[in-house]
């Protein structure tokens, strides 16, 4: 069955540390992954996907085929990144949208 | 950005009732919308898939005669949550796609079932 795992609901680090959040995903075919991101009080939004190889306010994120992961890295953590995180897998190649979402992680970014 | 909203954004209902929720984009046409349900410290589950002007796909497990889904225009989708029982008391968000593209995602609606 498809899933997405990650494996830490809540990630504590000091300012200025580097970050990174994991996801693992079981899923036999070419998917595409995606990292969704969910700041206080706001809607969920798309922080980046895989297929646009972009680094989205610092964050990267590389697919490892190999190892069926997808994680979020940050060389330099700011307290603005305290949000929510969300892992996500759409089975048909980002064609269809349709989303399978992790459980999230809590990112909070001491001063 | 394109911007979903969602009305009402929390609702309490009595069991047996019905409860409607809306869904639209406010500032692009959305051929897609997503349901999806969040149950406190779960993931978002996808409920339903529309497309405007046909039937919802709805993803095993989801029983398409309780839950509801119109998507008469381009701008519109609802799900009503027919003859709720406490178990369904949830956060639902719905999501909107204008094609390919990155979808959008409303605030969500808390529903209270009591």
């Known amino acids: 069955a498809q899933r997405v795992t990650q494996p830490e609901k809540l990630l504590s680090v000091f300012k200025g540390a580097p970050v990174e959040l994991k996801c693992n995903y079981s899923?036999?075919?070419?998917?595409?992954l995606f990292w969704y991101v969910q700041y206080s009080r706001q809607r969920l939004q798309l922080l980046l996907r895989h297929i646009s190889r972009e680094s989205i306010k610092g964050f990267t994120a590389d697919l490892n085929k190999g190892e069926t992961s997808f994680h979020l890295k940050k060389p330099f953590a700011q307290e603005e990144d305290s949000a929510m995180y969300y892992c996500?897998?759409?089975?048909?190649?980002?064609?269809?949208?349709?989303?399978?979402f992790g459980t999230g992680t809590l990112l909070a970014v001491q001063p | 950005g394109a911007v979903v909203s969602q009305h009402p954004s929390w609702v309490i209902c009595k069991s047996g009732t019905s409860v409607k929720i809306e869904c639209r984009s406010l500032d692009f046409q959305a051929t897609t919308m997503f349901w999806y349900r969040q149950f406190p410290k779960q993931s978002l589950m996808l409920m339903a898939t529309?497309?405007?002007?046909?039937?919802?796909?709805?993803e095993q497990g989801v029983e398409k005669d309780k839950f509801l889904i119109n998507h008469a225009s381009l701008t519109l989708s609802t799900l009503t949550v027919t003859s709720a029982h406490p178990e369904d008391s949830s956060f639902y968000i719905c999501?909107?796609?204008?094609?390919?593209?990155?979808?959008?995602f409303g605030p969500g609606t808390r529903l209270t079932v009591t």
């Open positions: 999501s909107a796609s204008g094609g390919a593209d990155e979808q959008y």
């Open positions: 996500a897998l759409d089975p048909f190649g980002g064609a269809t949208n349709k989303l399978i």
């Open positions: 529309s497309n405007e002007g046909s039937k919802a796909t709805y």
């Open positions: 899923y036999s075919g070419s998917p595409e």
